[in-house]
């Protein structure tokens, strides 16, 4: 490399890896997070892969498959609603990895935690809200939603007039048919994003940190408290449920929030005893 340049590129490489280096492990890890859910928004932009990627990386609850619900965690199809997950994970990911490691130093009898612990508890809790928020719209859309679709479209179809010749009877059938055709029936969606396990992050937050304020970046907005502000997601959730909104998935979304209130209120203490009973047990002898 020329001499003259070399300064030039050194400071470059300096000044994007400084504020990594300057970061918490919390908020790397939520970059590194984000890293993956950019790389599978990239293979959705390869046309030839967008088939499979239907399959694999979206959730269908009509599907038969499993291992989507783990998948479509990680999959975002629109840049926004990445750029958006992503910015919610950063600010409030690396928050509830701080309570985490804070509730950790607390246990009794104290147990050594390594940054690689604390970065395993965090994943734990992040992939384990993200299952649970899509096992909730899992259940709802196929044990609910489904049975009352299918039975909206069996009365639609039987509505059929009595008729005393084969033309009227013709007549009538496509009439009918036409009817059931126009009439709105909501679908069924696959469902992908973050949004569940992000959700979790943000209860636990403002569970943990209530004195807190949040204000939104896009678009600029006065800092609110921060129970105040999930108070009003998790409202507007639940009228979007209520009206029928189809665009997000309220159902995940208030999965994520009631598991990151009971992992507030729970987790911690069931991680703890996890670990102690792993705990690898040495001779009494054997130095360390």
Request: glycine share 6%; net charge positive.
């Amino acid at each position: 490399m020329p001499g003259l340049i070399r300064p030039w590129v050194g400071l470059a490489f300096v000044s994007v890896l400084q504020p990594y280096a300057d970061a918490s492990e919390g908020k790397r890890l939520c970059w590194k997070i984000c890293l993956l859910n950019a790389a599978v928004w990239v293979a959705w932009k390869v046309r030839r892969w967008q088939g499979p990627m239907s399959i694999r990386f979206m959730h269908n609850p009509l599907s038969g498959l499993s291992f989507t619900l783990l998948t479509s965690m990680f999959s975002h199809r629109s840049f926004f609603y990445l750029l958006f997950n992503c910015l919610a994970l950063e600010s409030f990911g690396s928050a509830a990895y701080f309570y985490l490691l804070r509730e950790q130093g607390k246990a009794e009898p104290q147990m050594l935690e390594s940054t690689l612990a604390a970065a395993y508890h965090f994943l734990a809790f992040f992939v384990s809200a993200g299952l649970f928020s899509g096992l909730v719209s899992h259940v709802v859309n196929a044990k609910f939603r489904y049975p009352r679709l299918v039975a909206q479209l069996a009365t639609s179809s039987q509505a059929v007039p009595k008729a005393d010749t084969w033309a009227s009877a013709v007549a009538a059938a496509s009439a009918t048919a036409s009817t059931v055709a126009k009439k709105k029936v909501p679908e069924i969606l696959p469902s992908l994003g973050a949004s569940g396990a992000i959700y979790a992050a943000v209860t636990t937050t403002a569970l943990a940190f209530p004195d807190s304020q949040i204000a939104l970046f896009i678009p600029p907005s006065y800092p609110i408290n921060i129970q105040w502000g999930v108070g009003g997601l998790v409202a507007l959730d639940m009228i979007g449920i209520l009206r029928g909104w189809r665009y997000l998935d309220h159902w995940a979304h208030l999965g994520g929030a009631a598991f990151g209130v009971a992992y507030y209120a729970y987790g911690p203490t069931i991680w703890n005893h996890i670990r102690r009973t792993l705990e690898i047990q040495y001779p009494s002898d054997q130095k360390t």
